[in-house]
């Protein structure tokens, strides 16, 4: 799987939509954008952290992915 598709994943776990997650972590919406649609690469890393942060506020289940 792609890292645009897993963010976007993420995403949906969370059950928020695009502005909610961009202010949610703080990142600029079209950014976050051009991720979902491939235009922008998302460094692996960051990916990695959103994850574990979703993961430690309780904001997805820990025993996925």
């Not at 949906?12 to 703080?26: H, K, L, P, T």
Request: overall charge positive.
């Amino acid at each position: 799987m792609d890292i645009a598709a897993e963010v976007r994943n993420l995403r949906d776990e969370m059950g928020m939509n695009r502005r909610e997650f961009c202010d949610y972590y703080s990142i600029p919406y079209r950014t976050m954008a051009d991720w979902e649609y491939g235009k922008r690469k998302m460094p692996e890393y960051l990916l990695r952290l959103m994850v574990y942060k979703a993961r430690v506020e309780k904001l997805v289940d820990a025993d996925k992915k």
